[in-house]
């Protein structure tokens, strides 16, 4: 028998309450590691998506990191000033600029990301791994389906 209407209304905010102070206070640990590197959320998230995924076209880095272009140009400057990644020009192409992490670059992230990645795993050590897939598959799944609303 389906829940009635009010119930299933309160269950979902009480669901947008939970989803929302979980996220703040991952967020909350994940930020205060990458400020102690030195690092903006948004410049971390960058290197961390050109040292995973290698070479990638500048206006692909928003889409992918789900910030806007003038954040990413913002940063990318930033970034590169620090000497962590460098633009470099499409050979085929003189409309594309890739993004491409340096050598200091991978070196620092040689570096720091092991800690960084422990932390978030211990920050989620409150799930077994079984549980861990079951809510990347949900939380997939709402949303793909807020995508929709």
């Known amino acids: 028998m389906p829940n009635p209407p009010d119930q299933d209304q309160a269950v979902t905010l009480k669901l947008f309450v939970v989803l929302s102070k979980a996220y703040k ?3 909350d640990h994940a930020v205060k590691d990458m400020k102690q590197h030195g ?9 961390e998506l050109l040292y995973n995924k290698g070479r990638i076209p500048l206006q692909q880095i928003g889409e992918k990191i789900l910030v806007t272009s003038g954040s990413v140009t913002y940063n990318i400057d930033k970034l590169e000033n620090k000497g962590l990644l460098k633009r470099v020009p499409c050979e085929e192409d003189r409309r594309v600029i890739y993004a491409e992490i340096t050598a200091a670059g991978n070196e620092l992230f040689d570096r720091i990301f092991p800690e960084h990645s422990a932390l978030i795993h211990s920050v989620m050590d409150a799930l077994s791994t079984e549980e861990k897939r079951q809510a990347a598959e949900l939380l997939k799944k ?3 389906g807020a995508e929709k609303g």
């Open 39 to 47: 690092m903006s959320p948004s410049e971390f998230t960058i290197l």
């Open 142 to 144: 709402l949303g793909k």
């Open 25 to 27: 206070t991952i967020m």
